[in-house]
């Protein structure tokens, strides 16, 4: 009898122990955070972003030399022309070399920036080879976001109180927790195409490098590739009203099989069911 009590109690541990493995394997890690102190971009979590940091880090080399080079200038022309030094003043009025040089060098500056610029520009325009699309909506104050390639149902997005983050999601940081988050899966490139209901919004999420302001009557096009799961925060980045600072940007990367999961989640309580190519065999009513 004793046996048998401690393989029941042996046999519950273990499967309290199988749910909580389970349970951690699906949790999402909470990446795309700020942080306290932060100073620099976040981490680059999609190519484009990688592309901004590049593109950042390029221009700040180029706006360091320049800055180093006109204190130069300025020190040296103090200390050169002081007037202890020179007490009568030159009288020359032109440079023709010195004036081609300043005007040659930086429209050489300006192509060396714009070459990078429009090319980044152009990269994040567009999406090429879009596994499928989501229309992404701002309302005040709350965000929607329609999947017309997974049967065109809609999700809305809006802030948790402190209570219920507290509550249901007590990792994810506090102005940030929604009840839906936008999701979409690991490694596939997804189009987004952004709209307004009401007023102007920014559909913004730092760590994708994507920044849209969506207009209403408008589409704005943009595109996101994330290849590691877990969640990633944004914020409304246009004054869009008294509940501007209310507006968070929840996305959520799952694994291919759990977004198909979701999908189909969503398709059942939105009503949506697949269609059979089968006829009715029910007889109509007014027959």
């Known amino acids: 009898m004793v046996g048998k009590r401690l393989l029941g109690i042996f046999g519950v541990l273990s499967a309290i122990a199988g749910v909580g493995v389970a349970s951690s394997a699906r949790a999402q890690p909470v990446i795309g955070v700020p942080h306290e102190w932060q100073m620099d971009f976040p981490p680059s979590y999609t190519p484009l972003m990688e592309r901004v940091a590049s593109l950042h880090d390029l221009l700040l080399v180029i ?3 320049i800055s ?6 300025l020190v040296y022309a103090m ?3 002081h007037v202890s030094r020179n007490p009568t003043p030159a009288t020359s009025t032109h440079n023709t070399v010195l004036e081609i040089a300043w005007t040659i060098i930086p429209i050489l500056i300006l192509v060396v920036i714009a070459i990078p610029s429009f090319r980044l520009l152009y990269y994040g325009d567009k999406a090429t080879d ?6 992404v909506t701002g ?3 709350y965000w929607s976001y329609a999947y017309p390639d997974q049967g065109n149902f809609t999700v809305e997005s809006r802030i948790l109180s402190e209570a219920d983050r507290v509550k249901l999601k007590p990792n994810q940081p506090r102005m940030l927790a929604v009840d ?3 999701v979409i899966p690991a490694g596939a490139t997804v189009r987004i195409i952004g709209t307004a209901a009401d007023s102007m919004h920014g559909w913004t999420v730092p760590g994708f490098g994507i920044k849209k302001t969506v207009i209403p009557g408008r589409l704005n096009e943009g595109w996101i590739n994330v290849p590691k799961e877990g969640y990633y925060f944004g914020q409304c980045s246009q004054i869009c009203g008294n509940g501007h600072s209310y507006m ?3 996305v959520r990367v799952l694994s291919k099989p759990e977004f198909d999961k979701w999908v189909e989640q969503k398709k059942k309580s939105a009503g949506l069911l697949p269609a059979t190519d089968f006829a009715s065999a029910t007889t109509p009513a007014n027959r």
């Not at 180093?68 to 200038?73: A, C, E, I, K």
């Not at 879009?130 to 229309?135: E, G, L, S």
């Open 180 to 182: 839906e988050e936008m």
């Open 139 to 141: 309302h005040q104050w």
């Open 63 to 65: 706006i360091t030399l």
């Open 68 to 73: 180093v080079f006109v204190l130069f200038l």
């Open 130 to 135: 879009a596994a499928f699309t989501i229309k």
């Open 248 to 250: 968070p940007i929840a």
């Open 79 to 81: 200390w050169r022309f």
